[in-house]
Structures are given as structure tokens and as C-alpha cells.
């Protein structure tokens, strides 16, 4: 699963050997840093996502939820545009924002 959000890009997976485990992944270290503690993170640097969180599925479910009870922002690009730490994935949020427009309008012809 990946999640988009004005705190930044993660990728959510199933633990390989853990079924009750998440591992939350990101490209950027700040994107975890935002959801987790410092020493929560591993570093590995040979890995696609590079910056990784062992978290269990219910306590990451429980964070998600309140994520999406705070919610307060009528268009996510525009938000994102007004959080400074991450003010920089704005353009790449666009882009994803026109590749999935684009596939759309193929799928409803």
C-alpha cells in the first residue's frame, strides 16, 4: 500500500516472516520521522526504500485512522503546498496526480 500524505510518501508491506508485523518504508528519512521516532527507524542502504519501521498491524491501523480523523483540507495538493518540510515532493505529487489522471481517462473511454 502506499499512502500520499501531507506528511510525506510511505510504502506499507507485510512483514515477510512476522503476519502480525507492517514494515512502513520510505525513500526519505523525514517521511518516517513524522509518523515514528528516531529510533524506531532502520537504515538500510541497499534497499529501494531505504529507511524502514517494524510497526504491528493494529498500532499502525489506529495510526492511520487518526490520520484520517484530523484530516482538515478540502484539496491534498494544496495543502501540501503549505507544510514546509514538505513543500519539496510537490511537484512529484503532481506528477502522480497526472500519470493517475491520465490513466483514468484511458480506462473510461
Known amino acids: 500500500m502506499w499512502i500520499a500524505s501531507t506528511d510525506g510518501f510511505i510504502s506499507i508491506v507485510q512483514h515477510r516472516e512476522l503476519p502480525d508485523m507492517l514494515m512502513v518504508r520510505a525513500r526519505v528519512r523525514k517521511d518516517l520521522l513524522s509518523l515514528f521516532k528516531e ?17 504491528p498491524k ?17 484539496n491534498f495538493k494544496s495543502k501540501v503546498a503549505r507544510v514546509p518540510s514538505q513543500q519539496d515532493k510537490l511537484t512529484a505529487y503532481h ?15
Open 39 to 55: 529510533e524506531q527507524i532502520i537504515e538500510t542502504l541497499d534497499a529501494d526504500y531505504r529507511f524502514r519501521v517494524l510497526v
Open 58 to 74: 493494529k498500532e499502525m491501523a489506529a495510526l492511520v485512522a487518526q490520520k484520517i480523523l484530523d484530516l482538515d483540507y478540502l
Open 95 to 109: 506528477e502522480i496526480w497526472g500519470v493517475m489522471w491520465e490513466y483514468g481517462k484511458k480506462q473510461n473511454l
